[in-house]
């Protein structure tokens, strides 16, 4: 098994593009998470999904969107990047386990730089 | 809403002595709490996951404790080594049970 896969590993985009973040999970997981981490700031969760067509806002959405058309695919669009969406991007998946999410599985990451 | 603290940012120790981390949380009592290490430049790694009801719980060098009328986990690793520098991240499920809540995390580094 692949795990968690996640493109690209590295981006630099200009003030108003737009990209798309790439993750995928071979382990049949039907939750998935899109976390940003900054240096000294810990996870913070952006997006969840506990199914394919099932999407909810974490701590910090402004700025991003997703969807979940697939079980596997759990892509993080971001329409106008800003400076403050510089920042390490980190997928995760997991299952459910009898008192909520368990083990979460991440990936390698993606760093994305601002001009 | 749920906070998690970790106690310290860098903890710095000696070869073969026992790391102690710490993980505080409030307004909450979470089912279970999970430790991750994290290297850098890669995604969190999961570790050690400790529930409610359980005091204490082992995995080769690693030690958790969970005590909840404290709201207190500790992390220890016996003997470390400098091959356990890293930064370790406590986490715990959200009242939702849906997600995970991280602290900053403790970046820990044994030198030899």
């Known amino acids: 098994n692949a795990g968690v896969t996640q493109t690209p590993k590295f981006r630099i985009l200009k003030i108003g593009q737009s990209m798309t973040l790439q993750c995928t999970q071979d382990?049949?997981?039907?939750?998935m998470y899109w976390y940003r981490q900054d240096p000294g700031m810990g996870l913070k969760l952006i997006y969840y999904?506990?199914?394919?067509?099932?999407?909810d806002k974490g701590e910090v959405p402004n700025g991003y969107n997703v969807s979940r058309s697939t079980t596997e695919d759990f892509p993080l669009r971001l329409e106008l990047a800003a400076p403050s969406q510089t920042s390490v991007y980190f997928c995760a998946s997991s299952s459910p386990g009898l008192a909520g999410v368990e083990t979460q599985y991440f990936g390698p990451g993606t760093r994305l730089l601002v001009l | 809403s749920q906070k998690i603290e970790q106690n310290s940012e860098a903890l710095n120790i000696q070869e073969g002595k026992t790391a102690t981390l710490t993980c505080n949380y409030t307004n909450y009592s979470p089912a279970y709490l999970q430790w991750y290490r994290q290297d850098p430049g890669r995604g969190p790694v999961f570790l050690l996951l400790?529930?409610?009801?359980?005091k204490e719980k082992r995995k080769e060098r690693l030690k958790v404790t969970f005590d909840t009328t404290l709201k207190q986990s500790l992390f220890h690793i016996t003997a470390s080594q400098p091959a356990d520098s890293a930064t370790y991240l406590c986490a715990l499920v959200s009242q939702a049970g849906t997600a995970l809540i991280f602290g900053k995390g403790t970046t820990l580094s044994v030198s030899s």
């Open positions: 400790i529930r409610e009801n359980e």
């Open positions: 999904s506990v199914g394919a067509g099932i999407t």
């Open positions: 382990m049949n997981h039907n939750y």
